[in-house]
Nanobody, 115 residues
Framework: QVQLVESGGGLVQPGGSLRLSCAAS???????MCWYRQAPGKESELVAT???????NYARSVRGRFTISRENAQNTVYLQMNSLKPEDAAVYYC??????????WGQGTQVTVSS
């Protein structure tokens, strides 16, 4: 079974930066890749999306601060997070679909923003 392995979460001060990574456990051609986040007591939120061709979309709350990118040959998606706010604290999950529209999820990585 294909798994997505996440890394890069941690504790940062407000205004700091983190880069999250998410890579497939085996070679597979992935299409749309996304990042979701869920804070305690909150609904899951779609943060950013990127197509295989590189078209991106962002939630209004992170636009201008976060950047999603991908390396197709390595089946890896990144989320560069700058100017982090306490409101950004959440568990971040990556998601991807293959050419058969099978859906894959990462295990989640914790992002904490606190002074």
């Amino acid at each position: 079974q294909v798994q997505l392995v996440e890394s890069g979460g941690g504790l940062v001060q407000p205004g700091g930066s983190l880069r999250l990574s998410c890579a497939a456990s085996e070679s597979i051609k992935l299409w749309r890749m996304c990042w979701y986040r869920q804070a305690p007591g909150k609904e899951s939120e779609l943060v950013a999306t990127i197509t295989r061709g590189g078209t991106t979309n962002y939630a209004r709350s992170v636009r201008g601060r976060f950047t999603i990118s991908r390396e197709n040959a390595q089946n890896t998606v990144y989320l560069q997070m700058n100017s982090l706010k306490p409101e950004d604290a959440a568990v971040y999950y990556c998601n991807a679909a293959d050419s058969n529209t099978n859906d894959y999820w990462g295990q989640g990585t914790q992002v904490t923003v606190s002074s």
